[in-house]
């Protein structure tokens, strides 16, 4: 089964998400679980709750990461639950171990997820349109696609949700080549 990691804006309690950002990362857990993949993600609230609500509603294994040791904290839609208690070192979790990823808005820690994949060649879609860095990412790499010079692995744009899980699937199978460097080699270590 394809795993597709679903990345972006976390809420706070007491705050929502946009509408349009909440129908988006519904729209794309609904998208990754009929496309039959299961979604990966950090399994609290905002973009995370609302893609695993999605993912839910289409049928779909939702799995979410917590940055918590406590289990009650993830959202209701999360099907399997880790409380790693790891805080934001979690993110190498969702970054790393996913055949591809989705971004969704996003702030700092979303950034370092963003990262992270690369880093470990990871595919990654940024779903525009979705304020944060998410509409800020594509100003700031080189020719487009690449955030630095060592062209690790291409990040995708897409307009729609729609577009971008069919990107997100198509790239999963993409062979990784991650860094070189020796303390972190590779995608899985290797």
């Given at each position: 089964m394809l795993t597709i990691g679903v990345i972006g804006?976390?809420?706070?309690?007491?705050?929502?998400?946009?509408?349009?950002?909440?129908?988006?990362?519904?729209?794309?857990?609904?998208?990754?679980?009929?496309?039959?993949?299961?979604?990966?993600?950090?399994?609290?609230?905002?973009?995370?709750?609302?893609?695993?609500?999605?993912?839910?509603?289409?049928?779909?294994?939702?799995?979410?990461?917590?940055?918590?040791?406590?289990?009650?904290?993830?959202?209701?839609?999360?099907?399997?639950?880790?409380?790693?208690?790891?805080?934001?070192?979690?993110?190498?979790?969702?970054?790393?171990?996913?055949?591809?990823?989705?971004?969704?808005?996003?702030?700092?820690?979303?950034?370092?997820?963003v990262t992270i994949a690369y880093d470990s060649g990871v595919p990654l879609v940024v779903l525009e349109g979705t304020l944060g860095w998410a509409d800020r990412l594509r100003g700031a790499i080189e020719d487009g696609k690449w955030l630095d010079e060592r062209r690790v692995v291409a990040i995708s744009f897409a307009s729609t949700p729609e577009e971008a899980v069919s990107i997100a699937l198509a790239r999963a199978t993409e062979p990784r080549q991650g860094t070189r460097l020796e303390a972190h080699t590779g995608w899985a270590g290797q």
């Amino acid at each position: 089964m394809l795993t597709i990691g679903v990345i972006g804006r976390s809420a706070r309690p007491g705050e929502t998400l946009p509408e349009a950002v909440s129908k988006a990362a519904y729209e794309v857990g609904r998208g990754i679980a009929e496309a039959g993949a299961a979604l990966v993600g950090g399994g609290t609230g905002g973009v995370m709750e609302e893609s695993c609500r999605g993912a839910r509603d289409g049928g779909g294994l939702t799995v979410g990461f917590l940055p918590y040791a406590d289990k009650s904290k993830a959202n209701p839609y999360v099907d399997l639950v880790f409380p790693t208690g790891m805080g934001t070192v979690r993110n190498i979790l969702t970054a790393r171990g996913c055949d591809s990823l989705i971004m969704i808005g996003g702030g700092v820690g979303t950034l370092n997820e963003v990262t992270i994949a690369y880093d470990s060649g990871v595919p990654l879609v940024v779903l525009e349109g979705t304020l944060g860095w998410a509409d800020r990412l594509r100003g700031a790499i080189e020719d487009g696609k690449w955030l630095d010079e060592r062209r690790v692995v291409a990040i995708s744009f897409a307009s729609t949700p729609e577009e971008a899980v069919s990107i997100a699937l198509a790239r999963a199978t993409e062979p990784r080549q991650g860094t070189r460097l020796e303390a972190h080699t590779g995608w899985a270590g290797q």
